[in-house]
């Protein structure tokens, strides 16, 4: 097959004054797509670099490949911006990996999916989003606190961008333990990121995330425990940690659980990767506390960096190498469309 890679790569150079240093966590580095690349022509398909944005269309209307293998993020503060590719290979008729647009859209806002995953029967945190206020913030963070009864939440909560990924906006000062911190802790993320600020209680527990693949029905790649070396009762997975995981954390795989909680974690995420309609891969984080699984959010374009991707650390604890979680997500998405 003529296979074309949709990515969004890092832009050279240094950031935007008074941008946050995450502010290009999202995007993928040339080495991530070298890998790919090499995985898809080693199995024998011609590849090309297709990019994002109008580079990504003037390539589809000029020499359309058979497939499209899609994980571009998108730039942008756009709550669906990892909807576009697939939109627009919808429109164009081409074939590619991954979830459609809807899913792609909704995964993105944590606000939305975590109603949509209450609706499918997972327990979510307690939680409440605060939209941003027109302009720029000058209160006195006096209306702050009753937010947070007015929601039933008491400390320790923890404050998150809602439309980012990979960890963007997440950092360990998002995890709020007094009144005084959580005004401007919120005032910060608005004035960081531009979006609504999703709020939800602390869940101390066991850190997991979950691998599936494939569409009908959806497969596990296994259940990772993220076990933190020091401070487990106030641990976050913050954009910190990840940055320097070897020091921070060990990743379990399969997780250290009880086999009645495993099998909850796993029938929840295969309930809501149904539910929204996922398709080839995805990626489900959630917190277990006193046995029961918390939904935190869903990743249906999971990073694929083969040294830093959470799904590709889980692939490789369950026996799998890089080229074949790769090509599980191709084959998923060839069997749906009849390719060879």
């Known amino acids: 097959m003529r296979i074309g890679i949709a990515c969004t790569l890092k832009p050279d150079g240094p950031l935007p004054p008074g941008a946050p240093d995450d502010l290009h966590e999202e995007f993928d580095s040339p080495a991530t797509v070298k890998a790919i690349a090499d995985v898809l022509a080693s199995l024998g398909h011609t590849v090309a670099l297709l990019g994002d944005g109008r580079a990504l269309i003037e390539s589809l209307l000029n020499a359309p490949p058979d497939l499209v ?46 109603r949509l995953a209450e609706s499918y029967g997972l327990t979510v945190p307690k939680g409440i989003t605060l939209a941003p206020v027109a302009g720029e913030y000058d209160g006195d963070f006096a209306e702050f606190a009753p937010a947070l009864e007015d929601a039933g939440l008491t400390l320790p909560v923890i404050a998150k961008p809602t439309c980012e990924g990979s960890s963007k906006g997440i950092r360990g000062k998002c995890l709020i333990t007094s009144a005084a911190e959580f005004g401007p802790a919120v005032v910060e993320l608005w004035r960081n990121y531009q979006q609504p600020v999703l709020v ?141």
């Open 69 to 114: 293998f899609n994980f571009a993020e998108g730039a942008g503060v756009s709550r669906s911006r990892e909807a576009r590719v697939p939109a627009v290979c919808e429109m164009l008729g081409v074939p590619y990996t991954g979830s459609d647009p809807f899913a792609l859209a909704v995964a993105l806002d944590k606000d939305a999916t975590r």
């Open 200 to 340: 939800e209680e602390y869940i101390a527990g066991d850190e997991i995330t979950i691998g599936l693949y494939g569409s009908d029905p959806p497969q596990p790649i296994g259940v990772m425990q993220i076990v933190p070396k020091q401070s487990p009762e106030s641990f976050v997975y913050s954009l910190e940690v990840k940055r320097n995981w070897a020091d921070a954390v060990d990743y379990v795989a399969p997780a250290k659980l009880p086999r009645e909680v495993l099998h909850a974690i796993e029938a929840d995420a295969m309930a809501l990767y149904a539910g929204l309609g996922c398709r080839d891969v995805a990626r489900l984080d959630f917190r277990v506390r006193d046995g029961v699984p918390y939904f935190l959010e869903i990743n249906p374009l999971p990073g694929l960096n083969p040294d830093s991707g959470d799904l590709c650390y889980l692939a490789y604890r369950m026996g799998l190498t890089y080229p074949e979680l790769i090509g599980l997500i191709l084959d998923s998405a060839a069997a749906r469309y009849g390719l060879r």
